[in-house]
């Protein structure tokens, strides 16, 4: 009898323990963060703010007087995002239309994504279905159901970003649609093509792009 006690009272603990972790899991990735919305009229609201997916339409912000903002996406011109205990990681989100990666002629809908690098001339965007901060402070973009994440690029002066590459495909594609989008600096091209640069480096592609050589 004392046995059986002393086993139930293992097991109710390490549910417990378990429930606990679980629970501090998914609360991590639940919560509200800190946000500041600023909108294309100019105006700038800080407070906490849902994260949104990629097809998120309408977000909420609460203000620090308890003042709740229901904004339509379209009106947001930039969403910054971090986590309450690591105020020095900041992550931008915007919501923007974008050039489809198998057929560059057409533009979809607008969809949330995040910015992953910028240089002097082009920006480079991470875009999936679910945006979260965990506790660490640096944004996850994550898929569902084994989905792929898209990657686009944006070069300055333009508003519709380009389709580089999707994680389901070949880092040959994005070689070849970095260099269709990018022809405009042929030195950068020539680096892509004789594989001196790697087309999944991002940061040296935003780097070395110049139209203006």
């Not at 600023?38 to 105006?43: Q, R, W, Y």
């Not at 009106?75 to 050039?99: A, F, G």
């Not at 999707?166 to 070689?175: I, L, M, P, Y």
Request: aromatic letters at 8%; one cysteine or more; a positive charge.
């Amino acid at each position: 009898m004392k046995k059986s006690t002393l086993l139930l009272f293992a097991l109710v603990t390490v549910f417990m323990f378990s429930g606990c972790e679980i629970y501090s899991i998914v609360k991590d990735i639940t919560d509200k963060e800190e946000g500041r919305i600023t909108t294309t009229d100019g105006k700038v609201l800080t407070g906490r703010v849902e994260m949104p997916n990629a097809n998120t339409k309408k977000l909420t912000i609460v203000t620090a007087d308890k003042q709740k903002t229901v904004l339509n996406c379209e009106n947001i011109k930039e969403l910054v995002v971090w986590k309450k205990t690591h105020t020095d990681i900041k992550h931008v989100l915007q919501y923007l239309p974008s050039h489809k990666l198998t057929n560059p002629k057409k533009v979809r809908k607008p969809l949330w994504m995040a910015l992953l690098t910028s240089g002097p001339y082009l920006k480079i965007y991470g875009c999936s279905f679910n945006y979260s901060i965990p506790s660490n402070g640096v944004l996850k973009i994550t898929s569902v159901k084994g989905g792929d994440i898209m990657y686009f690029a944006l070069k300055k002066g333009e508003t519709v970003p380009y389709g580089i590459f999707n994680t389901g495909h070949s880092k040959r594609d994005a070689k070849e649609r970095f260099q269709e989008y990018l022809s405009d600096d042929p030195v950068l091209c020539k680096k892509l093509k004789d594989a001196e640069i790697n087309p999944l480096e991002y940061e040296t592609i935003a780097q070395e792009y110049n139209p203006n050589r």
